[in-house]
Protein backbone atom coordinates (compact mmCIF):
# COMPACT_ATOMS: atom_id res chain seq x y z
CA UNK A 1 0.00 0.00 0.00
CA UNK A 2 1.17 3.56 -0.52
CA UNK A 3 0.23 6.99 1.02
CA UNK A 4 -0.46 7.01 4.47
CA UNK A 5 -3.26 4.36 4.75
CA UNK A 6 -3.07 1.91 7.86
CA UNK A 7 -2.20 -1.47 7.40
CA UNK A 8 -5.35 -3.52 6.33
CA UNK A 9 -6.90 -0.61 4.12
CA UNK A 10 -8.93 2.20 5.25
CA UNK A 11 -10.43 2.89 8.18
CA UNK A 12 -14.48 2.76 8.81
CA UNK A 13 -15.91 5.54 10.63
CA UNK A 14 -19.07 6.29 11.93
CA UNK A 15 -19.60 10.14 10.17
CA UNK A 16 -19.63 11.39 13.58
CA UNK A 17 -16.77 10.94 14.70
CA UNK A 18 -14.91 11.94 11.24
CA UNK A 19 -13.44 15.70 12.16
CA UNK A 20 -15.41 15.79 15.70
CA UNK A 21 -15.22 18.30 17.55
CA UNK A 22 -14.72 19.73 21.46
CA UNK A 23 -16.27 22.02 23.71
CA UNK A 24 -13.28 23.70 24.12
CA UNK A 25 -12.78 24.00 19.88
CA UNK A 26 -16.51 25.18 19.81
CA UNK A 27 -15.65 27.62 22.97
CA UNK A 28 -12.37 29.29 21.31
CA UNK A 29 -13.00 29.72 17.99
CA UNK A 30 -13.45 33.30 17.03
CA UNK A 31 -14.19 35.09 14.00
CA UNK A 32 -12.44 35.80 10.78
CA UNK A 33 -12.63 38.28 8.27
CA UNK A 34 -15.04 35.84 6.81
CA UNK A 35 -17.60 33.40 7.63
CA UNK A 36 -15.85 30.26 8.11
CA UNK A 37 -16.96 26.42 9.41
CA UNK A 38 -15.75 23.96 11.75
CA UNK A 39 -16.92 20.22 10.84
CA UNK A 40 -17.72 18.01 13.02
CA UNK A 41 -18.81 15.38 10.92
CA UNK A 42 -22.22 13.70 9.71
CA UNK A 43 -22.97 16.36 7.60
CA UNK A 44 -23.14 19.06 10.65
CA UNK A 45 -20.75 22.00 11.21
CA UNK A 46 -20.97 25.08 13.11
CA UNK A 47 -20.47 28.05 11.26
CA UNK A 48 -18.86 31.14 12.69
CA UNK A 49 -19.89 34.73 11.16
CA UNK A 50 -17.57 37.68 11.04
CA UNK A 51 -19.60 38.95 13.79
CA UNK A 52 -18.61 36.30 16.36
CA UNK A 53 -22.05 34.64 16.29
CA UNK A 54 -22.26 30.63 15.92
CA UNK A 55 -24.41 28.76 14.07
CA UNK A 56 -24.96 24.90 14.14
CA UNK A 57 -26.14 23.76 10.69
CA UNK A 58 -26.00 20.64 8.76
CA UNK A 59 -25.90 19.84 5.14
CA UNK A 60 -28.84 18.94 3.67
CA UNK A 61 -29.59 19.30 -0.12
CA UNK A 62 -29.02 23.10 -1.45
CA UNK A 63 -29.82 25.39 1.78
CA UNK A 64 -29.29 22.90 4.93
CA UNK A 65 -30.71 22.69 7.78
CA UNK A 66 -30.29 25.21 11.06
CA UNK A 67 -29.77 23.28 14.04
CA UNK A 68 -29.77 26.29 16.48
CA UNK A 69 -27.65 29.18 18.22
CA UNK A 70 -24.78 28.67 20.17
CA UNK A 71 -24.27 28.92 23.16
CA UNK A 72 -28.20 28.44 23.53
CA UNK A 73 -27.49 24.86 22.01
CA UNK A 74 -24.63 23.13 22.97
CA UNK A 75 -22.49 20.99 21.06
CA UNK A 76 -23.80 18.19 22.93
CA UNK A 77 -27.52 19.63 22.06
CA UNK A 78 -26.52 19.87 18.13
CA UNK A 79 -25.39 16.33 17.88
CA UNK A 80 -28.33 15.21 19.37
CA UNK A 81 -30.27 17.87 17.07
CA UNK A 82 -28.41 16.16 14.00
CA UNK A 83 -29.12 12.66 14.95
CA UNK A 84 -32.87 13.24 15.15
CA UNK A 85 -32.60 14.93 12.06
CA UNK A 86 -30.91 11.97 10.08
CA UNK A 87 -33.66 9.13 11.39
CA UNK A 88 -36.08 11.62 9.81
CA UNK A 89 -34.28 11.49 6.75
CA UNK A 90 -33.74 8.18 6.98
CA UNK A 91 -37.74 7.25 7.48
CA UNK A 92 -37.80 9.44 4.20
CA UNK A 93 -39.20 12.66 5.56
CA UNK A 94 -38.15 16.12 5.32
CA UNK A 95 -36.96 17.26 8.44
CA UNK A 96 -38.02 20.56 7.84
CA UNK A 97 -41.57 19.58 6.94
CA UNK A 98 -41.42 17.65 10.07
CA UNK A 99 -40.46 20.85 12.82
CA UNK A 100 -43.26 23.13 10.87
CA UNK A 101 -45.70 20.41 11.50
CA UNK A 102 -44.85 20.01 15.59
CA UNK A 103 -44.54 24.03 15.59
CA UNK A 104 -48.48 23.48 14.00
CA UNK A 105 -49.28 21.05 16.08
CA UNK A 106 -48.01 22.73 19.57
CA UNK A 107 -50.13 25.90 18.56
CA UNK A 108 -53.04 24.45 18.10
CA UNK A 109 -52.88 22.77 21.24
CA UNK A 110 -52.07 26.16 22.94
CA UNK A 111 -55.50 27.69 21.24
CA UNK A 112 -57.06 24.23 22.27
CA UNK A 113 -56.24 24.69 26.12
CA UNK A 114 -56.97 28.08 25.69
CA UNK A 115 -60.26 28.07 25.16
CA UNK A 116 -60.54 24.98 27.52
CA UNK A 117 -59.90 27.27 30.24
CA UNK A 118 -61.87 29.96 28.88
CA UNK A 119 -64.87 28.02 28.38
CA UNK A 120 -64.24 26.74 31.80
CA UNK A 121 -63.88 30.33 33.45
CA UNK A 122 -67.39 31.21 31.80
CA UNK A 123 -68.68 28.31 33.19
CA UNK A 124 -67.27 29.17 36.51
CA UNK A 125 -67.55 33.19 37.12
CA UNK A 126 -71.53 33.25 35.45
CA UNK A 127 -73.46 35.73 33.46
CA UNK A 128 -71.40 38.54 34.87
CA UNK A 129 -71.83 41.26 31.45
CA UNK A 130 -74.22 40.51 28.50
CA UNK A 131 -71.32 39.72 26.66
CA UNK A 132 -71.29 36.62 28.54
CA UNK A 133 -74.60 35.59 26.95
CA UNK A 134 -73.35 34.95 23.89
CA UNK A 135 -72.02 32.01 22.47
CA UNK A 136 -67.84 32.03 21.32
CA UNK A 137 -67.31 31.44 17.77
CA UNK A 138 -65.69 27.60 17.48
CA UNK A 139 -62.43 29.20 15.34
CA UNK A 140 -61.40 32.50 17.68
CA UNK A 141 -62.72 32.26 20.71
CA UNK A 142 -63.78 35.53 20.61
CA UNK A 143 -67.69 36.71 21.51
CA UNK A 144 -69.63 38.72 18.19
CA UNK A 145 -71.05 41.92 18.42
Known sequence: MTG????????HQKPEDVGA???????????????????????MYLLINA?????????YRFAGISIGVYPDVTLADAREKRSEARKILAAGSEPGEVKKEENVAQKMG???TFEAVARKWRQANGDRTSLHDQELPANTGRTSG
Open 4 to 11: GNPPGGWI
Open 110 to 112: LKI
Open 21 to 43: LTDVKVKTAKPKEKPYKLADGGG
Open 51 to 59: NGSKYWRMK
